[in-house]
């Protein structure tokens, strides 16, 4: 039993160590990442890159720690994305979401943020709508889903109606219990029937 123990503890060690120099690196880049915002132009951009440095380090330094490398790479899509850079954000999150599905809560808020990432980009409706339809199939009552909805019904309710009203029902009967969701979805649903039923008339 003594020959066991000793092993036991030096790899309980390395994975107290492990998580501790992981926390350090996020804190690290955190404070880098929040610094950022009270700067302007050059600087806030060197702060970000300098943050994404070291969340990168981290990922790459404490593999064993899934946790904190799963929240660095959200705080590097961040990043990414105060540098205007959208193709690198959604790349970051999309490397989060397929290293780490276990970690749902992350994993769901990423996919909003992929979401309202894909909006931002013009003539992209078809793919926000492939990501969406993925969204549904893993979390389909998740209210994650229904924030990237109502996002994405933002944007298409006036060159999509018909497929707005379809992502309108669907939230209407995934939440079928009096809730935010549903009456939001209600109340869109009636404003785009409303719109198709003047356009066919006239």
């Not at 690290?28 to 806030?44: R, S």
């Not at 970690?103 to 969406?132: G, H, M, T, W």
């Not at 379809?166 to 009967?173: F, G, V």
Request: overall charge negative; some cysteine.
């Amino acid at each position: 039993n003594r020959q066991n123990i000793k092993p036991y503890l030096l790899s309980s060690a390395r994975r107290a160590t492990s998580a501790e120099e992981a926390e350090e690196l996020f804190k690290t880049g955190l404070t880098l990442y929040n610094t950022a915002f009270t700067k302007v132009g050059a600087e806030q951009e060197a702060m970000l890159k300098s943050a994404i440095v070291f969340l990168r380090d981290l990922e790459h330094r404490c593999q064993d720690q899934p946790q904190w490398i799963a929240l660095a790479l959200i705080l590097v899509a961040d990043s990414h994305r105060a540098l205007g850079e959208i193709d690198q954000a959604i790349t970051a999150y999309q490397h989060m979401i397929e290293s780490f599905p276990q970690l749902e809560k992350y994993v769901r808020q990423a996919r909003v943020s992929i979401i309202n990432l894909l909006l931002q980009k013009e003539d992209n409706l078809p793919q926000v709508e492939y990501a969406l339809q993925q969204f549904k199939e893993r979390y389909p009552d998740s209210n994650e889903l229904a924030e990237a909805v109502f996002a994405y019904i933002e944007k298409a309710q006036s060159t999509s109606p018909e497929k707005t009203m379809i992502w309108c029902k669907h939230i209407i009967n995934q939440f079928p219990d009096p809730s935010m969701e549903r009456n939001k979805a209600m109340r869109l649903a009636q404003a785009v029937e409303k719109k198709l039923q003047e356009s066919t008339y006239i």
